[in-house]
Structure formats: C-alpha cells, structure tokens
Nanobody, 116 residues
Framework: EVQLVESGGDLVQPGGSLRLSCAAS????????MTWVRQAPGKGLEWVSAINGVYGNRVHADSVKGRFTISRDNAKNTLYLQLNSLKVEDTAMYYCAKGWMSFGPRGQGTQVTVSS
C-alpha cells in the first residue's frame, strides 16, 4: 500500500524559508519519480516541482523557479521541498504525489501559511 506522509508546514513571514518532507513507503521509492503539488484556498491543484526517480532530473513551475528546490534521499525514502523567499501567494496545502508531474496518489498534506 502506497503511503505518503508530509510534514514541515508552518506559519512563516514573507521572505522566510521552510523545508517540507515527505516520508514514502509501500513502493520502490528510489526508482519512482515524485512530485510536489499544492492547493491554495478556493483554487485547484497546482503542480510545483517534480524529480525523476532514476536520473534525478528536476523541474519547477515558473511561479516557484529560483525560490523552491526539490530533492530526495533515496536511502531514507524521503522527498524534500526547500521553500525560500516565500510569498503570501505561496500559502497553500502542500502534498507529495507519486509519479512525474502527478496529482496522485498523494498524502494528507502539510499547511504552509505565509503572512505578516
């Protein structure tokens, strides 16, 4: 059974930083591409960043390019998202999802709120 558990979300001021984590189990994590997606209040799901399972290639949405970085530790079956220079519009529930630029299956999410 695929299990994805996100953590690390918090309330942070504009310009601040956070690191989100996603603990994965139930599948071969090291060879699986993974994606971070988010959903802002009242809006649909938006993919944020993706990382290839075999080659480690990364892509980021234009809205976060240069500010967010996706990474993974295959020894720990963990996916990360480093969020820097946070903006109010980054406020959302963040989910990790199995697959390349995929919306699911995903975890229960972790809330990131950017506010002064």
């Amino acid at each position: 059974e695929v299990q994805l558990v996100e953590s690390g979300g918090d309330l942070v001021q504009p310009g601040g930083s956070l690191r989100l984590s996603c603990a994965a189990s139930g599948f071969t994590f090291a060879s699986t591409s993974m994606t971070w997606v988010r959903q802002a209040p009242g809006k649909g799901l938006e993919w944020v960043s993706a990382i290839n399972g075999v080659y480690g290639n990364r892509v980021h949405a234009d809205s976060v390019k240069g500010r967010f970085t996706i990474s993974r530790d295959n020894a720990k079956n963990t996916l990360y998202l480093q969020l820097n220079s946070l903006k109010v519009e980054d406020t959302a529930m963040y989910y990790c999802a199995k697959g390349w630029m995929s919306f699911g299956p995903r975890g229960q999410g972790t809330q990131v709120t950017v506010s002064s």
